[in-house]
Each structure stands twice: as structure tokens, then as C-alpha cells.
């Protein structure tokens, strides 16, 4: 769930695509965002056979909400340090437990083995890894995903950013 940019990990995801095809795990691999030279790009490769049938290109879709109904588990591999980290804490509230690069903003949300992994940058075979864990226990997927959301709940909810706001303004004075 991106802009399907390269600098939002996009080749890392098709590497990551290629290496559970290849080590016959029978996970779907959804690229969700809009249409653009990039995607078209994998899609012209993906005709040609080059991309493995597991990536899966749905386009662009209108809400966060519709795009979580289709995942079992959100993956982000930005190559750039992310600020925050909106779908991941998106991903989090609907309960999905995340695989992401222990970079940027991101372990500041996600936390190891309670609501998803974090892996080193670029560690594109753990994040094969890990996503087969996950898929191979339906218990494990929703533990991490309940977890995510209790904290995404707890940290992030409007009464909390009220509270955090109100703390940081009262200090301004």
C-alpha cells in the first residue's frame, strides 16, 4: 500500500515476491496504489513472465479501509527513512501485524515480536522468512495483529493526541 515508487522499497517488494515463489510458499504478494510508469512497467514484465504470477497489481484503491480488507499483513520496505509511518499505524489499527525495515520512524511503532518484525534494511530473504511465520499460523497473525491495535489504540487515539497536544502547548507558555 504505496505510491509505487522505488523509494518506497517497490523493487525490494518484487524481490521479495521472486523469493517466496521461489521457496513455493503460496503467499500472494498485493502491490496496492496507483497506476504509473513503475507498475506498468512491472505489469508489461509480469505479461512477459519475467515477474513471478504471486505479485499481485490491483491498482490504485479509494480507501486505507478497502485496501486492508485484502491483507493479511502490510509490508513496508521504504528505502527512505519514513517520518511516521501512516500505513503502517493504519495497518495497526485494522489489526494487521506488519513486516517492515527497522528504519526511520518505523520501530517507533512496530515492536519485535509483539505486533510484527522488524529486519534490517534491505534483509529481503528475512522478510521472506518472517511473512512465511506468519502464514503458516493463523494464531501468530492474529495475536500480532490484536497487539498492533491495542497499540495503536493506546499511543495514537484522538483522546491521546488531544492529551499529547494539550502537553505541548501548556509547555509553550
Do not use: W
Not at 86 to 113: I, N, Q
Request: with cysteine; proline share 5%; aromatic share 6%.
Amino acid at each position: 500500500v504505496s505510491s509505487n515508487l522505488p523509494k518506497k522499497g517497490l523493487h525490494d517488494f518484487v524481490k521479495l515476491a521472486q523469493r517466496l515463489e521461489h521457496r513455493g510458499a503460496q503467499i500472494d504478494c498485493l502491490l496496492i496504489g496507483p497506476e504509473n510508469t513503475y507498475l506498468h512497467d512491472l505489469k508489461a514484465q509480469q505479461a512477459r513472465g519475467e515477474l513471478p504470477q504471486n505479485l499481485v497489481m490491483p491498482g490504485y484503491l479509494e480507501t486505507p479501509q478497502q485496501a486492508l480488507a485484502l491483507l493479511d499483513v502490510v509490508v513496508n520496505l521504504s528505502h527512505f527513512e519514513e517520518s511516521f509511518g501512516r500505513t503502517v499505524l493504519e495497518a495497526m489499527a485494522a489489526a494487521r501485524p506488519v513486516v517492515c525495515y527497522a528504519h526511520g520512524a518505523l520501530p517507533e511503532l512496530v515492536v519485535e515480536d509483539e505486533n510484527g518484525y522488524l529486519v534490517p534494511f534491505k534483509a529481503v530473504n528475512l522478510v521472506a522468512e518472517k511473512l512465511i511465520l506468519l502464514a503458516q499460523d493463523a494464531g501468530l497473525r492474529k495475536r500480532m495483529g490484536l497487539a498492533g491495535q491495542a497499540r495503536a489504540l493506546e499511543r495514537y487515539s484522538i483522546a491521546n493526541m488531544h492529551k499529547a497536544l494539550a502537553g505541548a502547548l501548556e509547555g509553550c507558555r
